[in-house]
């Protein structure tokens, strides 16, 4: 039987041994993402999701919402590419 290969930038960066099914039950996505490339991108795109959802539920507008998300999704995408830079592999 051949071993599912963990795909999330955690786990492939060496940062920690997080399995992709534990991303995909934390942020909701369809299954069929785990242990392939599409992972990142589709946890990337639910983060942002649900910082949005929890921003306006915590009392911000619309707008201060968006831009607090976006804010995150950013940094999220920074954190990602210095972590290809460090371990030479390509996450996104």
Do not use: C
């Amino acid at each position: 039987m051949k071993e599912n290969k963990n795909m999330n930038w955690v786990s492939q960066s060496g940062l920690g041994a997080v399995d992709d099914m534990e991303i995909v039950s934390s942020l909701d996505l369809d299954p069929t993402v785990a242990y392939t490339k599409n992972i990142n991108k589709a946890a990337l795109d639910a983060a942002r999701v649900k910082a949005y959802e929890g921003y306006f539920e915590t009392g911000n507008n619309k707008e201060e919402a968006k831009l607090l998300a976006d804010k995150d999704h950013k940094e999220a995408i920074e954190q990602i590419k210095n972590a290809e830079k460090l371990s030479g592999k390509k996450f996104l």
